[in-house]
């Protein structure tokens, strides 16, 4: 299986910036892409950011321009770069890889149990 430390889930006012990171560790022989999902209370998980091996991204029109996303292929690791926070970002931070395990043929996705990141007006 696929074990997950999060870090970089923090309070602070808005304006401000955090750095979430994420290490996916196991049996692992390839990830394809890891990303961020957040949830926010009474609302649904929604995708934050993606990236793939290659280094394509992908982005929520709602942090386009305020969040970037960075991974090491080599380390499993997934980063999220968030500035000029709102209140609206307020949310559990999750950890998504859709890994490829030793002795498998195919991917499946994986989840990290999440990191809140809470903004202040």
């Known amino acids: 299986q696929v074990q997950f430390v999060e870090s970089g889930g923090d309070l602070v006012q808005t304006g401000g910036s955090l750095r979430l990171s994420c290490a996916a560790s196991?049996?692992?022989?390839?990830?394809?892409?890891m990303g961020w999902y957040r949830r926010a209370p009474g609302k649904q998980r929604e995708l934050v950011a993606a990236?793939?091996?290659?280094?394509?991204?992908n982005y929520a029109d709602s942090v386009k321009g305020r969040f970037t996303i960075s991974r090491t292929n080599a380390k499993n690791t997934v980063y999220l770069q968030m500035t000029s926070l709102k209140p609206d970002d307020t949310a559990l931070y999750y950890c998504?890889?859709?890994?490829?395990?030793?002795?498998?043929?195919?991917?499946?996705?994986?989840w990290g149990q999440g990191t809140q990141v809470t903004v202040s007006s």
């Open positions: 196991g049996s692992i022989s390839f990830c394809y892409a």
């Open positions: 998504n890889a859709r890994c490829v395990l030793a002795g498998r043929t195919g991917p499946d996705d994986y």
């Open positions: 990236i793939t091996s290659g280094g394509s991204t």
